[in-house]
């Protein structure tokens, strides 16, 4: 990818602390504030649908319980993932990728989609998101993949090759040029405390650009922003809004 098509803000987990995350409703509350951008987790279920949910298990963002990739998708759809956060969001299912993919179509929304396999299916995960990423994205900007499971990056890169990579990284690597290299990578996504002014410039400098998450106070997205940081993900999508300046 020769140019950054993607905005300086993005709404982590679609609607950050103002809705469930990793929902339609979350999208939707996203766009309802002009985000142009969002970041979303995907993993498969047991029989191989595209599905949005962060952990391994069921129980902090829904009523479910257990392994969800253990689950099949039938089984799936009954879970409710949005009574947990507010009763306004009573009933609100586990989305799936192709469902989403139609929201950022409607809303006009580019997308960060990261590769959150059950634990095991790295390969598997990171060769059928691309694919599907591939197909359901055409005619849209193309959905950035990252992940934190270097072999989900890999399967993703030699399945769909032309969909631009970013690798994740929660603690500092000092390997980071060799693996993005390796990789293909576009960019590097960083918890944000792992950066200062110094490892921004370096990291610019070898032609990768960088995300950061979760930047939740406007001082630091500004001081990350006047550094070189090409994207802010945050959950505060009311105050660090489309339009944040440094």
């Given at each position: 990818?020769?140019?950054?098509?993607?905005?300086?803000?993005?709404?982590?987990?679609?609607?950050?602390?103002?809705?469930?995350?990793?929902?339609?409703?979350?999208?939707?509350?996203?766009?309802?504030?002009?985000?142009?951008?969002?970041?979303?987790?995907?993993?498969?279920?047991?029989d191989g649908e595209i599905f949005l949910l962060h952990?391994?298990?069921?129980?902090?963002?829904?009523?479910?319980?257990?392994?969800?990739?253990?689950?099949?998708?039938?089984?799936?759809?009954?879970?409710?993932?949005?009574?947990?956060?507010?009763?306004?969001?009573?009933?609100?299912?586990?989305?799936?990728?192709?469902?989403?993919?139609?929201?950022?179509?409607?809303?006009?929304?580019?997308?960060?989609?990261?590769?959150?396999?059950?634990?095991?299916?790295?390969?598997?995960?990171?060769?059928?998101?691309?694919?599907?990423?591939?197909?359901?994205?055409?005619?849209?900007?193309?959905?950035?993949?990252?992940?934190?499971?270097?072999?989900?990056?890999?399967?993703?890169?030699?399945?769909?090759?032309?969909?631009?990579?970013?690798?994740?990284?929660?603690?500092?690597?000092?390997?980071?040029?060799?693996?993005?290299?390796?990789?293909?990578?576009?960019?590097?996504?960083?918890?944000?405390?792992?950066?200062?002014?110094?490892?921004?410039?370096?990291?610019?400098?070898?032609?990768?650009?960088?995300?950061?998450?979760?930047?939740?106070?406007?001082?630091?997205?500004?001081?990350?922003?006047?550094?070189?940081?090409?994207?802010?993900?945050?959950?505060?999508?009311?105050?660090?809004?489309?339009?944040?300046?440094?």
């Open positions: 990818m020769s140019h950054w098509p993607y905005p300086a803000v993005v709404a982590h987990r679609g609607g950050g602390k103002l809705a469930p995350e990793n929902t339609l409703a979350g999208i939707d509350t996203g766009a309802r504030l002009g985000h142009t951008m969002i970041e979303f987790d995907v993993k498969l279920s047991r952990d391994d298990n069921l129980e902090r963002t829904s009523n479910g319980w257990g392994v969800a990739g253990d689950l099949a998708w039938s089984d799936l759809l009954k879970v409710d993932a949005g009574s947990w956060f507010s009763g306004e969001f009573k009933g609100e299912p586990l989305p799936l990728l192709s469902q989403v993919a139609d929201r950022c179509r409607q809303h006009g929304m580019m997308a960060n989609i990261e590769i959150k396999p059950t634990t095991g299916t790295g390969p598997l995960t990171g060769k059928t998101v691309a694919l599907a990423a591939r197909a359901l994205w055409q005619g849209m900007t193309p959905p950035l993949l990252s992940s934190f499971e270097i072999d989900a990056l890999e399967a993703a890169q030699q399945a769909a090759p032309e969909l631009p990579r970013g690798l994740l990284l929660d603690e500092w690597r000092n390997d980071w040029r060799e693996l993005t290299a390796r990789l293909s990578c576009v960019s590097l996504h960083l918890n944000h405390k792992l950066l200062n002014a110094q490892r921004t410039a370096e990291i610019k400098a070898a032609g990768l650009h960088i995300l950061v998450y979760t930047v939740n106070q406007p001082q630091r997205a500004a001081e990350l922003l006047r550094w070189g940081v090409d994207c802010i993900c945050t959950d505060r999508i009311d105050i660090i809004g489309p339009d944040f300046q440094p």
